[in-house]
């Protein structure tokens, strides 16, 4: 109970709300996949009195999800294996010798909301794969290197680069400073060479918010198409739905460019978001 007061339902962290608010999220939008983060618009339903609008919008959300799952995992087997690495530079936090005081390190994501985002879309998360990470633990949900060394062998490896560092208005020449490769190495890196370096901050609002952290959850199915998209370059060409565009993903190299979601583009506040999802037939109907 809250005592009366209003009540926060969506898909958010209770940090967010204002401390007079009492909030109702998901929490499986840590650990878990992308439907089961969709699925909790069950749970937010009632508090509307839509429970029957919401069964007929997740219905759809998952027979969309898994039409493109099963796609993906056709058109996988005809090429080689794409690992994936998740990683960030955390410039670190210095306060003086606060609690929350840390040091700058490489990092290399572990989160199993990321490791399913890739399986799934039909690659392969480079923690699971590469000889690099044996012998050592990852710190919460993520492998941190005090060594760039270290950072570039695992780089080395990835075809392709999710990046999530905090840069004010990143881009390919920041991140790659950011890491720390000096321009006349980076011959070495795959990930370089084929332009697949990639951030998931496509969508931001005028001071910096990040759709990223809101708005993929309700939509897992335009979220495994954005994966895909990014992970498999050939895709599109041969089998995705030609009307799906990029969301929440944007390619550092060739479609750097951000959608900022300013206040003028709600023209009602009362009115639920619109679904963006676009429709998906197999292959064998394509």
Partial sequence: PNNGGPTLVGYTSASTAPGTIQAAVSAEQIDGSMLATSEWIKFFAPFFGQECLANEIFDGIKERYDCHAAKVAQFAQDFDPVKVAVVQKNFGYDCGGCEWETSPYFGVSDAGYWKDYIRTAGA??????????????????????TNATAFHEILKEADVVIDGTYLQNATAESILEAYEIAEADQSQYKFIQNKTLWRHDRRVSPTGGDDWFEGRYPEADVLLEDVIFALHPQYSGLILNPKHQLTWMRNMYSAPQQDILSADKCTDVNAPAQIIADSCKSIELN
């Fill in 124 to 145: 392969i998360p480079i923690v699971e794969t590469s000889p690099l990470f044996d012998g050592i633990e990852p710190t919460g949900t993520s492998y941190q290197f």
